[in-house]
């Protein structure tokens, strides 16, 4: 069992006294004692990066900070009857409950914000923190309430049968992972918490975006719990200064993220374009392939690269190009080329719609639509002033939305009205 708890606590002082008889109170946010939970993927993502950032900005700005996590590399220690055990486990951990509430005790936060719970802590800790009248705080890094796949994209296409009814569509489409028993699995643990009305025992909820907050709404969680905070960018990689001579796609290799369509606009385009694929993923045999087959030689995959190696691709770019075709929830990558001033061009839909002003910030293309992403690709390789132009209005939106210093109250803004709400 992988259970990894950290603290980094400073004194636990409520006032500080000068030299005189005058007491200087301290702001709430500024005492609050943090409890930050987590269940970190066997493939480590952007829930992962957000985790650690949103913490190291807590402690930056002097808050005590104490870690709550477990690993889904220890799945791999579940093998054949042992299987049942996992499943029983991702629904509730007895376990995890138990080892949550005496770090809890022990630690005392004044609040608790859950970043993942699935598969290995489980949600039988919200119960633990209402009756330990703690707040709860929620962030909604996936669609994983609503949706056992977490994607709302199934087959190829945007799907939201489970959305407002039954989760049996879940599990009749294998949906999760391609497995009938672990997507009924996930529909039980689902189905299981929405009979218990887990879900009211958390005081707020974090949404990444209007838009996939609005998605929330539609699922039954509560408006009035559902506020909007974005991720943020740190440290500041700075704005490219080379000549920005190749355009790039930054992203898991997987279906949703239809790498395709961009090899097939590349086939389609009228200039042989310079393009660089980063990431790994399922697809990558494929989209090789699918690349050696319509004689792309202009297109090279580089791989997953460290962070730093792809935010350096992400400053050299003259731009990105997101062709995802699920509802992505925040792409940090985005708010990774505002910060660089490189323009993107996404498919417009979901978040990346409203996170994208067309033509202000990058173009829109018509998801799945090759043709139509090949004319953008062009024009934007052949308008080079317009897109420095662009690349400007990027770094300040960057500046404006995507810093630590604009996260950081809206991050304590929302810890603060968790806390109220339990008084």
């Known amino acids: 069992m992988h259970l990894i708890v950290s603290r980094q606590d400073q004194p636990p002082e409520n006032k ?15 005492l609050a004692k943090i409890l930050l939970v987590h269940n970190t993927y066997q493939q480590p993502g952007g829930e992962d990066v957000v985790f650690e950032q949103e913490g190291a900005m807590l402690r930056r700005r002097g808050h005590r900070v104490v870690t709550f996590c477990r690993s889904n590399g220890d799945t791999d220690n579940y093998r054949g009857f042992g299987r049942l055990a996992l499943a029983k486990q991702s629904i509730w951990s007895s376990t995890s409950r138990r080892d949550f509430v005496q770090f809890v005790q022990r630690e005392k936060p004044d609040v608790v914000h859950v970043h993942n719970t699935f598969v290995m802590i489980s949600p039988s800790i919200y119960s633990a923190c209402r009756e330990m009248g703690i707040p709860l ?14 994607t709302f994209f199934r087959d190829g296409r945007i799907c939201e049968e489970c959305l407002n009814g039954s989760l049996i569509p879940s599990v009749r489409h294998a949906c999760y992972h391609n497995s009938y028993s672990a997507s009924a699995v996930v529909a039980t643990m689902l189905s299981f918490h929405r009979f218990r009305h887990t879900w009211n025992d958390i005081s707020i909820f974090i949404a990444l975006s209007e838009f996939s907050r609005q998605k929330f709404i539609s699922g039954g969680l509560p408006e009035e719990k559902i506020l909007v905070k974005p991720n943020f960018v740190y440290p500041d990689p700075g704005v490219g200064t080379s000549e920005r001579n190749y355009a790039l796609f930054v992203g898991r290799l997987s279906p949703e993220k239809r790498v395709s369509t961009v090899l097939r606009a590349c086939h389609s385009s009228s200039r042989s374009i310079p393009v660089v694929v980063i990431g790994g993923g399922p697809d990558l045999p494929r989209l090789q392939a699918q690349a050696e087959e319509l004689k792309l030689d202009n297109v090279e995959f580089r791989g997953h690269l460290p962070r730093e190696e792809t935010v350096a691709a992400i400053r050299g770019a003259r731009f990105l190009v997101f062709s995802s075709e699920w509802y992505e929830n925040f792409p940090v990558t985005i708010a990774e080329s505002f910060a660089c001033a490189t323009p993107v061009l996404a498919s417009r839909m979901g978040a990346m719609k409203e996170l994208i002003s067309d033509g202000r910030t990058g173009l829109h293309f018509t998801p799945g639509d090759s043709d139509d992403l090949a004319q953008k690709i062009d024009w934007a390789w052949t308008h080079p002033d317009e897109m420095r132009t662009i690349g400007i209005a990027c770094r300040a939106e960057y500046e404006s939305k995507y810093t630590a210093e604009t996260n950081y109250p809206l991050l304590t803004e929302i810890y603060s ?6 008084r």
Do not use: D, F, W
């Open 16 to 30: 500080i006294e000068g030299a005189g008889t005058a007491r200087m109170e301290i702001p709430l946010e500024k």
């Open 137 to 150: 705080v929620q962030s909604l890094h996936n669609y994983r309430l609503l949706c056992p796949a977490a």
């Open 417 to 422: 009205r968790a806390m109220q709400s339990k």
